[in-house]
């Protein structure tokens, strides 16, 4: 099993063309906590704000969130409460795509973060004039991006797609004949590229966090463990995508540990999902997949060392400040939305639930 650390540390080991920050969280009493809680409620209504938290920041943040009447999701449906929600300001607490597409959707509102260098290593791995270089020599292909990727990369895409719907969009696109450039996640890449057989060109870019889950180990401990099922994020190395009883988005592994007869999970993704799952399924037991071991190359961790960035004190600042603000500028969002746009579109006429239900 994995060890558990707080910090999230060791990933600087791996000589990545990015700096990876090392996060400690944020150590706070009942008292300390209960009196952010309350200036944080307080300041959401004055500012007119909802707070909208992924599933990998800290479980306080989104009691917070569901407390206030805000929100806990999968990025998509993150973005799709903002559109709904009749607050002029939003509050993300996740990383930097996240609070972009939420500007993107909603132009004429305020968004803030907590943190702004809360960031991702796969929008960090794939660096918009690279991209964009990178489409210009293959501009036959349609280019198909992860949600995880810049307001910039996403206006160079033609499509932008979830886990959840990429190996539906990418066979819809196959049966018109195209072939496909994909970008950024490797790993996803070829887990749609094997579900489809589709012509993909995909571009080298990883989750420092999900390619850390070790096969071996993984094996090992589901032989220790055999009644339990292994559920993957498809951001995963295909060692452990072969070893997955089930294979989904966030909020597709928080409805299938839900749905399953199974009363013990093993989990390869982050380890904030654990909150929301459960909340979802009470009485299951839930395991971290292992990230260390034989095979692990330094101090892995299932923690995403930017959702650490998210915290309590730093949610207060920018709201009272309001600090922290995301802007994306015009003629990017103009294009970006258009890529946005098509999938919500598809996934519409297809009858396809590609939000989350969230009703745990
Ligand atoms: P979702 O789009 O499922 O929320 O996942 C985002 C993410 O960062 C996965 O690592
Ligand atoms: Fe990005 Fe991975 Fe963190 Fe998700 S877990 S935000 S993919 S670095």
Redesign the pocket.
């Known amino acids: 099993m994995s060890e558990v650390c707080e910090t999230t540390g060791g990933f600087n080991d791996r000589n990545l063309p990015y700096h990876v920050p090392e996060t400690t969280p944020e150590v706070l009493d009942d008292d300390q906590k209960e009196a952010l809680y309350d200036r944080i409620a307080k300041l959401l209504k004055e500012k007119d704000a909802a707070l909208v938290a ?3 920041v800290d479980a306080d943040l989104q009691i917070l969130a569901e407390r206030t009447g805000g929100y806990v999701s ?3 449906d993150m973005a799709r409460f903002g559109n709904e929600s009749d607050a002029s300001t939003l509050v993300v607490a996740g ?1 930097r795509f996240m609070g972009e597409t939420a500007k993107i959707l909603n132009p004429e509102k305020t968004i803030l973060m907590p943190d702004l260098d809360a960031n ?1 290593s796969l929008d960090l791995g794939c660096e918009a004039e690279a991209f964009g270089k990178f489409c210009d020599e293959h501009s036959d292909r349609t280019v198909v991006v992860y ?2 990727t810049s307001a910039a990369v996403k206006a160079r895409a033609d499509w932008m797609v ?3 719907s990429a190996v539906d969009v990418i066979k819809h696109l196959h049966d018109k004949g195209e072939k496909i450039l994909w970008a950024p996640d490797k790993y996803l890449g070829d887990y749609v590229q094997q579900q489809t057989g589709v012509d993909m060109l995909i571009w080298d870019g990883s ?1 420092i ?2 390619e850390s889950f070790k096969g071996t180990e993984l094996e090992a401990m589901k032989k220790a463990r055999p009644e339990s099922k292994i559920l993957v ?1 498809p ?1 995963s190395p295909p060692s452990v995508i072969a070893l997955a009883d089930f294979v989904g ?3 597709g592994l928080i409805n299938y540990a839900k749905e399953s007869d199974a009363k013990e999970f093993i989990v390869a ?2 380890r904030g999902i654990f909150h929301k799952m459960q909340q979802a399924a009470p009485g299951k037991v839930f395991l971290e997949a292992p990230t260390a071991g034989n095979s692990a190359t330094c101090q892995s961790c299932s923690h ?1 060392p930017w959702m650490a960035m998210n915290s309590l004190t730093k949610l207060a600042e920018c709201l009272e400040e309001g600090t922290n603000e995301v802007f994306v500028e015009d003629d990017i969002r103009e294009k970006a939305v258009k890529s946005i746009t098509r999938l919500l579109d598809f996934s519409k006429a297809q009858g396809h639930v590609i939000y989350g239900a969230n009703d745990a």
Do not use: M, P, W
Request: with cysteine.
């Open positions: 992924h599933y990998y999968d990025s998509l990383v991702c949600a995880n979830t886990s959840g989750c966090v999900h994020h951001e988005s966030t909020t993704t982050d995403c």
